[in-house]
């Protein structure tokens, strides 16, 4: 699933392509949205709250998309088409006279007021990639469950808005804790220092996406995340792995150094 570092850095590329063109055809292929004409409409922004797209038009109107497991977009500088076979999955159609953007297998696209955008994203918590951070905040979210496990707790999107399954094994490993210690045993606001200005890195520096270990070697780039059965990069334990429980968010695929992060075991 993309992480709100992925979502930031799709928007720039989208506001890259787009922002302050006419779309000259302009459509949202889902059933709510089916008559929806946005053709002569301007693309005036794209902005995100933690995994959430905004594109905001002009009318005071703004398309609302989430790409959760499965979507993806798709920009074509030259306002190409895509390839049949491809269009029969889009679900959203930007084209201008120029660049055209394409949402592909998109599981949530809604169009609404922009003065209505707190209808989808309200529910969030702060999200260190926007200029409304606040760290204060977070960390009150994050210690009103005191015994929550620090990994459930930071998946969740009430929380802090933005920190993915990659986020939360990486952190809790570069804090020195296992997964599961309660949150009330954190130094919380060094947790929210780190992972903000890692979030920032990753969203901002050409070829830091996700490059928590500042390798970009294959299998070298994370500590923990995906390395199960490998030897930790920094002591040499096994690294070890518990497996998603599914439909529970707070029970993703969690990577961990038993060494390196003493502290709790997972729940049998």
């Known amino acids: 699933m993309p992480e709100g570092d992925t979502v930031y850095a799709l928007a720039r590329r989208l506001d890259g392509a787009l922002r302050g063109r006419v779309l000259s055809h302009g459509e949202l292929r889902v059933p709510a949205h089916a008559t929806d ?127 993915g399954n990659l986020w939360a094994n990486e952190l809790s490993f570069l804090r020195g804790h296992s997964p599961w210690t309660p949150v009330k045993d954190v130094d919380i606001p060094a947790l929210l220092d780190l992972g903000a200005r890692a979030l920032r890195h990753s969203a901002t520096v050409p070829g830091a996406m996700q490059v928590t270990t500042g390798i970009r070697r294959k299998r070298e780039q994370h500590w923990v995340a995906g390395r199960a059965g490998l030897p930790c990069m920094r002591c040499g334990t096994t690294v070890r792995v518990v497996a998603e429980i599914p439909n529970d968010p707070e029970q993703r695929r969690t990577w961990w150094c038993p060494h390196c992060q003493p502290g709790p075991a997972p729940p049998r």
């Open 37 to 163: 004409d946005l053709a002569g409409l301007t693309v005036l922004e794209h902005v995100t709250h933690g995994k959430h797209l905004l594109t905001r038009l002009s009318d005071g109107l703004t398309v609302h998309t989430h790409m959760k497991m499965s979507g993806s977009w798709t920009v074509s500088p030259t306002g190409r088409w895509l390839p049949r076979a491809v269009m029969h999955d889009v679900r959203v159609v930007l084209r201008t006279d120029g660049p055209a953007a394409y949402g592909v297998t998109l599981p949530v696209v809604e169009l609404l007021r922009t003065r209505d955008e707190a209808q989808a994203v309200g529910h969030l918590g702060p999200d260190p990639l926007r200029d409304d951070w606040d760290a204060s905040e977070a960390g009150r979210r994050l210690i009103a469950e005191p015994d929550r496990p620090l990994v459930a707790a930071l998946l969740d999107q009430r929380c802090v808005a933005g920190f």
